[in-house]
């Protein structure tokens, strides 16, 4: 993993988005030479290759993670692929061709332009099947890692290099700890002859992590841990361990000292200016794009249930502090008229036709814009939930007091990393992702999550 303003990026997404940027470049010189097939010819577009080239590579990649083409858990479905890279490069194709229309001297010809989009696509498709069939046997692309612990605390570990976000480590095995209960399989416990510095050396070991609880940590080997760091093996606690491969903080790990003296949950003055003017700037820019499609979207409401157009519910928001926020409305008017308020479920019989379209394609989100400009949420942040529901997470969920630190969002980590949250353990489980961002928070995640968050709406990932 890299750790990229605050952010962990693996390394295997990094250098495939690397290859594929490759390929989209060169795509657009052999289209040339393919169409003009004499090298004067090719030479006299020079220029125009260069700039198409560059253009195509910012595009396509740009594109491809709206779509989540470069998550760490991005599809490995051989289906799913043809479908996200197809529809990519269709997106790609469109997005392009208002470029070459709006800047002329990058114009190549469309039989360029329609060969280079052909070979780039089946290049890319190409790629990136045989990288992520093979690239765990390339051992500078995955991290050999060996567990020491073999109880309760590591058995969410095992398996969890066979999970599509796990794809860039190898746990080699786990390490039994005198005295603690071995709950791992069996196959996977790694028997230490002499010392772990040695078991490291044998095994090729880049990384120990350690997963034991606090009351166990007093049988450690902690000698034999320094040698495998003076060595040059990463030691790491569970926790942090966690929290970069998964991209959330596992609540049942967390103890408050990990929070207070560990890196992040920091903020300062210059940050918080920055990130208010990027919420106006891109607030601005969302409600000048999504005017048309809120008129649409107006009108359908009353056309099929009469107003009110827009729904008002009272949220809790930054510190604590309660606001209005503006949706539009995508229920019956009487959804809650004789019940206390309740979590959305999968095909709510409460949701109207218009409602379910709306929900799924989060237009119904829209109206938020309002209320970011009012600066009451930001653009990105955690979700706002409803004043029952906090009281009552707030009982239930440790830490879950940490999320309202920051402004919430219309998008966010949790948004686009897990389903719609529509129970206590759901929302427990979302809430591990909400404290990733707002301990990692910064410009580059707002912007990463900004773009993931279009492939969600593009494939419905989450909506109720």
Known sequence: MIRLFNHFIAVPIIVLAMIEAAVLALSIPAGAVIRYQEADLVAQHGVAIFGAGLSFVVVMLVIMGCLGLYNADSPGNFGERIVRV???????????????????????GRGVFAIAWLLAMAGVFAVRTLFLHYYKRVEVLTRRVLVVGSGRWA??????????????????????VNDIESLVDPKRIVQVKRSLSEAAKEYAINEIVIAVGDREAGKLPYQELIECKLAGVDVTDLPTFYEREQGRLR????????????????????????????????????????????????????????????????????????????????????????????????????????????????IDEL??????????MSVVGPRPERPPFVDELLKLIPYYSVRHSV??????????????????????????????YVKNRSLFL?????????GVVVFGTGSR
């Open 367 to 376: 109206p938020q814009v309002i209320n970011v400009l009012r600066g009451e």
């Open 446 to 454: 707002d912007m990463l999550i900004g773009i993931e968050t279009v």
């Open 251 to 362: 609540i049942d790990w967390l103890s408050a000292g990990w929070l207070v003296f560990g890196e992040g949950f920091r903020s300062n003055r210059p940050d918080r200016i920055a990130k208010k003017v990027f919420d106006l700037a891109l607030g601005s820019l969302l409600m000048l794009i999504s005017f048309p499609v809120m008129v649409i979207t107006a009108l359908a409401i009353l056309i099929e249930d009469g107003g009110p157009i827009f729904y008002r519910q009272t949220r809790v928001g930054m510190s604590g502090k309660p606001f209005s926020i503006l949706k539009f409305r995508s229920m019956r008017k009487d959804a809650e008229k004789t019940s206390q308020p309740v979590w959305a479920q999968v095909g709510d019989s409460r949701i109207t036709r218009v409602g379910r379209i709306i929900r799924r394609l989060r």
């Open 407 to 436: 402004k919430p969002g219309i998008t966010g980590w949790a948004q686009v990393r897990y389903p719609y949250a529509a129970s206590v353990d759901s929302a427990a489980e979302k809430l591990e992702y909400d404290l990733y």
């Open 155 to 176: 058995l969410p570990l095992d398996g969890l290099e066979s999970a599509p976000s796990g794809r860039q480590f190898r746990i080699v095995g786990f390490v039994p």
């Open 86 to 108: 197809g529809v990519s490069f269709l997106g790609g194709f469109l997005v392009l061709t208002l470029v070459f229309y709006l800047v002329p001297p990058l114009q190549l």
